[in-house]
């Protein structure tokens, strides 16, 4: 089983960057697809991005899209969400996810089965 942690949330001033990582151990994330998702305070879980690297399939969200961008670096199991040009309404708990391997990776949470505990981004002057 791929167990996941996040990190590198924190306060980040309108118009500023901040790059999320999310590290696994138990299993690689080639053998996953990835999804980032974020949760506002009384909002339901919302996505932002999914990649397959196998496929090089990517989705974004049409709210972070162009600001937004996923990579990884080999060997260190590590996925990780740049995110840029941040807005309040981007204020939310992060979360990483992988799922079962396919070509076009899932928007929706319910095909992810593992989830890390999520790391706060909170975007304010």
């Known amino acids: 089983q791929i167990l996941l942690v996040e990190s590198g949330g924190g306060l980040v001033q309108p118009g500023g960057s901040v790059r999320l990582s999310c590290a696994a151990s138990?299993?690689?994330?080639?053998?996953?697809?990835v999804g980032w998702f974020r949760q506002a305070p009384g909002k339901e879980r919302e996505f932002v991005a999914a990649?397959?690297?196998?496929?090089?399939?990517?989705a974004y969200a049409e709210s972070v899209k162009g600001r937004v961008t996923m990579s990884r670096v080999n060997g260190v199991n590590t996925e990780y969400l740049q995110m840029n040009s941040l807005k309040p309404e981007d204020t939310a708990v992060y979360y990483c996810a992988a799922g079962p391997l396919i070509a076009t990776p899932p928007r929706s949470p319910f095909e992810y089965d593992h989830w890390g505990q999520g790391t706060q981004v909170t975007v304010s002057s």
């Open positions: 990649v397959t690297w196998s496929s090089g399939n990517t």
């Open positions: 138990g299993r690689s994330f080639s053998s996953y697809s």
